[in-house]
């Protein structure tokens, strides 16, 4: 059952979560984002995870026309394929660079390099976009690797930290607070300002984790 | 060209943020209390949103090495240019080598200065605002410190009173007893027990030192509870929503908060409250009350109506002031 929230007056939150995560919908968010973004009257459309987030002008546009036409674009919007890169991203697993990996391993009931090995096997796909500047939710992670956020995040979680939460896996763009879990470290640049496309990875790029040479 | 003379990690320059960045994971930011920044840009005859800067750590002192008109606006601090003190709300110009200087506000929490032209930095993902957390926009990314020299875009030469001119309608503050803040419900409100709703539009919410661009914490005595758990995905949030993370105690997103969250909503500030928030200073009650979106939509439209009369009223008065 797919839900519309008010986020505030010019922002709707459409919320198709349905139990676990689900790649047609997430397909379906994709294509309605694009359909939205088309719109004049559409500020901005924020994909997350199996819901959609819509801002406008609510000085310009009535809220309810604009929660109208973001039920009719989700109701028509279909499931297809859309066009992906693969990115190949070389980490250092454990050691200094990855401090969480025994935590990660013991409740994976896995050792420290069958942990690693999960984590490399995943093809991952980039879901969402967001929190913070290029920052990437990636879905695909090995089940049971889907351990929980940590109850305190940490304050600073360096630029470059490959991490797993919450079912999720991603990198840190930036240096930031985070309750993430940190497996290793990459030395890609995932998000420049300065770059003509500043984030590296798009919606729906496929990612694969390679032990750095 | 001015000169920064006091140094701070939290004075920055703001424009009106990156509101299409967002989907980047790129912070909305700008302005805290944009209506004072457009106030400020309106005295000084630039387009609303010119950069000025966002000032919350006084004393503040900038030099003029150049003859420059400016503004000060939004919290009620007292300001002078050498000796000659400035009302509230306020637009002079500046001749090379005089200094201003702004204290501690007496109400209100940041000052804008804006100058006419508005600053000239290089526009980052389309914006001027200095972004913290990105390390880019404003001034090299970061705060403004000692001995900073900026410069402003090329205008015409404003011709102002000798004495400056200023508003008589200035924007609202937060009253000594308290901040309401109107909102709207959002996607959660409905999970939150019966007794968690009471209290969130009851209570006396406190503003804790951890308030900063990204976020302010509120305290009450009595935690917002869920009537039963919730596992969020990841979803995009906007300044205004009103977090609930699981100790109780609400966070409100302000101007450069994440772009993606995952704790449940209670509510959303609509955005001339949230102004009033960012003005609202640490220790001080905050209090909620719940509207409907078409009250939201009326307020909004209603401010929006108002910056657009002033504008005229300004204009209309420029032409007629004779020197």
């Not at chain 1, 139990?19 to 294509?31: C, E, L, M």
């Not at chain 1, 995943?122 to 090995?142: E, H, K, N, P, Q």
């Not at chain 2, 930011?29 to 000032?55: C, Q, T, V, Y």
């Not at chain 2, 503050?173 to 803040?181: E, K, S």
Request: glycine share 10%.
């Amino acid at each position: 059952m797919t839900r519309i929230h008010m986020a505030g007056a010019g922002g709707l939150l459409l919320d198709a979560a349905n139990g676990p995560f689900s790649d047609t919908t997430q397909r379906r968010i994709w294509a309605t984002s694009r359909e939205l973004n088309t719109r004049p009257d559409v500020l901005q459309t924020i994909p997350g995870v199996n819901n959609l987030l819509v801002t406008f002008d609510a000085v310009q546009t009535d809220p309810s026309a604009m929660e109208e036409l973001l039920r009719t674009v989700w109701t028509q919007a279909s499931a297809e394929e859309v066009p992906s890169r693969e990115i190949v991203v070389p980490v250092v697993y454990g050691g200094a660079f990855g401090e969480d990996l025994a935590l990660v391993a013991r409740f994976a009931n896995l050792t420290e390099e069958e942990t690693i090995d999960a984590h490399m096997a995943g093809r991952y796909s980039v879901a969402a976009i967001g929190a913070m500047a290029g920052f990437v939710y990636l879905t695909g992670l090995d089940s049971r690797l889907a351990i929980p956020r940590r109850d305190s995040p940490r304050l600073r979680v360096e630029e470059g930290a490959v991490v797993i939460g919450g079912g999720h896996a991603g990198m840190m763009p930036c240096t930031s607070p985070s309750g993430w879990h940190i497996l290793g470290r990459t030395d890609l640049c995932l998000f420049d300002a300065f770059r003509p496309e500043p984030g590296l990875l798009r919606l729906g790029d496929t990612v694969r984790f390679v032990r750095a040479s | 060209m001015i000169e920064i003379l006091t140094g701070s990690s939290l004075n920055t320059i703001q424009d009106f943020g990156r509101p299409h960045a967002m989907a980047m994971g790129v912070a909305q930011g700008g302005g805290m209390d944009r209506l004072a920044l457009s106030h400020g840009n309106l005295l000084l005859d630039n387009p609303l949103d010119a950069a000025g800067i966002e000032i919350v750590f006084f004393p503040f002192r900038v030099r003029f090495h150049t003859e420059t008109s400016f503004a000060v606006t939004g919290a009620v601090c007292p300001a002078t240019l050498d000796d000659l003190k400035l009302p509230r709300d306020w637009a002079i110009t500046a001749r090379p080598g005089q200094t201003l200087t702004l204290r501690a506000p007496e109400q209100g929490a940041r000052a804008y200065l804006t100058f006419r032209g508005g600053l000239d930095v290089p526009p980052v993902l389309g914006a001027r605002s200095t972004d913290l957390k990105g390390g880019f926009g404003g001034l090299e990314g970061r705060a403004l410190q000692k001995g900073d020299r900026l410069s402003c875009l090329a205008a015409s030469t404003l011709c102002l009173p000798a004495a400056g001119y200023g508003l008589t309608r200035p924007c609202p503050l937060p009253h000594a007893d308290g901040t309401r803040i109107r909102v709207l419900p959002a996607a959660e409100h409905e999970v939150f027990t019966p007794e968690s709703l009471k209290t969130f539009h009851a209570a006396s919410w406190t503003l804790t030192p951890s308030a900063n661009r990204m976020g302010y914490r509120l305290e009450g005595q009595n935690a917002l509870k869920l009537s039963r758990p919730l596992s969020l995905f990841s979803h995009g949030i906007l300044p205004g929503t009103v977090q609930v993370p699981p100790a109780g105690q609400p966070i409100i997103q302000m101007m450069d908060a994440n772009t993606c969250g995952g704790y449940p909503k209670i509510a959303t500030v609509i955005a001339p409250d949230l102004r009033l928030l960012s003005q609202t200073v640490v220790g001080a009650p905050v209090h909620f009350e719940t509207i409907t979106r078409n009250e939201a939509v009326q307020i909004i439209r209603q401010e929006a109506a108002d910056l657009k009369r002033l504008a005229t009223e300004i204009a209309t008065l420029r032409t007629q002031l004779v020197f």
